[in-house]
């Protein structure tokens, strides 16, 4: 059993538990200390907004739970959207409105994909709320980072970088190309390292080589940009999911298969790309080390 000491979680939160049957035992006491630490607990936002919330909120406290870094974790939802996969007694018992929130001290906001990646972005029916929470987080200089649609939703808001359409689904993991491993994000973390995507959308590198505000810091010649840096590293742009559990691909995998039988595997998951067999979890390790790089480095800022 690994023990989470450092990581504060409302109370009762299902992922607790959950977590607790993979073998993380989460102990969330607010008294506890920060470990060692003279930075006080950070308080970090996120922003879920894909449909199956608890799952969605167990993939970020197991990687929260591998970070030394004491953390408050907050949820928060918007109001002019209502979830159809979680309950409203969930919402109203562990997620709070941005307006609820802004005026609390935030220290990091993360903000998830969402199943609307076919959609123009203004076609979206909470896009005008997100503007605001955009708009606070980038006015206020709280880092923020954005991943999968909600990366592409911030470039285009932020940057004015368009998104556009993919003839096939990129889905699978791979292997993405520092181009710059100097930076503290990248401390620890391989070159290349593997990444999940799955999506239907992609952002073009000649968008953003011609916006000067603009970084790409890693990027595969397959699956294409997959990190931008803007403001010092203050906004950082993930276009996969490096949070996703090791079944999340296979879930998503087997859940189209019953509807239609062109759907292509997911490129370098499963063993001998059989979908009988477990998948190759080769992200993890990364993607640990990612999210407490940027709690360390970009939140924290030690």
Not at 56 to 84: C, G, I, N, Q, Y
Not at 195 to 202: D, I
Request: contains cysteine.
């Amino acid at each position: 059993m690994r023990k989470a000491t450092q990581l504060l979680l409302p109370t009762g939160l299902p992922a607790i538990e959950r977590l607790r049957g993979e073998g993380i035992e989460i102990e969330n006491d607010e008294h506890a200390g920060c470990g060692g630490y003279a930075h006080r607990r950070l308080r970090v936002a996120l922003l879920n907004l894909m449909p199956f919330k608890e799952e969605t909120e167990t993939d970020f406290v197991r990687l929260l739970t591998a970070s030394s870094m004491p953390v408050e974790l907050v949820l928060m939802k918007l109001r002019t959207h209502t979830p159809k996969h979680t309950s409203a007694e969930h919402m109203s018992r562990f997620y709070l409105s941005f307006d609820e929130l802004k005026d609390t001290g935030i220290d990091g906001l993360m903000v998830t994909g969402a199943p609307v990646e076919q959609l123009d972005f203004e076609e979206v029916t909470y896009w005008e709320e997100l503007k605001r929470i955009f708009s606070w987080a980038q006015s206020s200089a709280v880092p923020t980072l954005y991943i999968c649609w909600a990366a592409q939703a911030g470039l285009y808001f932020h940057y004015g970088i368009p998104k556009y359409s993919l003839p096939r689904k990129k889905f699978g993991i791979f292997p993405q190309t520092i181009l710059d491993t100097s930076l503290p994000l990248f401390s620890g973390i391989a070159n290349p390292f593997p990444m999940p995507h799955s999506r239907h959308t992609e952002i073009h590198r000649e968008d953003v080589l011609a916006d000067e505000r603009l970084q790409i810091l890693a990027q595969s010649p397959v699956s294409g940009v997959s990190i931008v840096s803007a403001r010092g590293g203050a906004e950082i742009f993930v276009t996969g999911h490096m949070e996703y559990a090791s079944h999340t691909l296979g879930n998503e995998y087997r859940r189209d298969y019953s509807k239609r039988d062109d759907v292509d595997l997911p490129v370098n998951y499963f063993t001998d790309d059989n979908p009988e067999r477990e998948p190759l979890v080769s992200w993890r390790e990364s993607a640990d080390k990612f999210f407490d790089n940027w709690l360390r480095y970009y939140v924290a800022k030690i």
